[in-house]
């Protein structure tokens, strides 16, 4: 069983910051990328914002130079630091943990995200 965790959603002003955190537990065998996904009202589950088990990162054209991911592998953590926010950046964060060369994935129960314009 693998759990996660996510932490720092919340109302921010746009123009603002906010820190999302998500910690993975559980039985995780393989290496693991860890990634951010949204969802909006009315809209598709999109991608934020992915760092792969080597460190690599890919982002959402619509987030790159305000989001950044990180993550530490010791505590299986995965960090999105987002700035200037939008409004259209409102949405549901879900964290994802996709354990490599297998079917596995995993989703956090979502943080929600309201940027007041």
């Known amino acids: 069983q693998v759990r996660l965790v996510e932490s720092g959603g919340g109302l921010v002003q746009a123009g603002g910051s906010l820190r999302l955190s998500c910690s993975a537990s559980?039985?995780?065998?393989?290496?693991?990328?860890m990634g951010w996904y949204r969802q909006a009202p009315g809209k598709q589950r999109e991608l934020v914002a992915i760092?792969?088990?080597?460190?690599?990162?890919n982002y959402a054209d619509s987030v790159k130079g305000r989001f950044t991911i990180s993550r530490d592998n010791a505590k299986r953590t995965v960090v999105l630091q987002m700035n200037s926010l939008k409004s259209e950046d409102t949405a549901v964060y879900y964290c994802?943990?996709?354990?490599?060369?297998?079917?596995?994935?995993?989703w956090g129960q979502g943080t929600q995200v309201t940027v007041s314009s």
């Open positions: 994802n943990v996709h354990e490599t060369g297998t079917s596995s994935s995993y």
């Open positions: 559980g039985n995780i065998f393989r290496p693991i990328d």
């Open positions: 760092i792969t088990s080597g460190g690599s990162s």
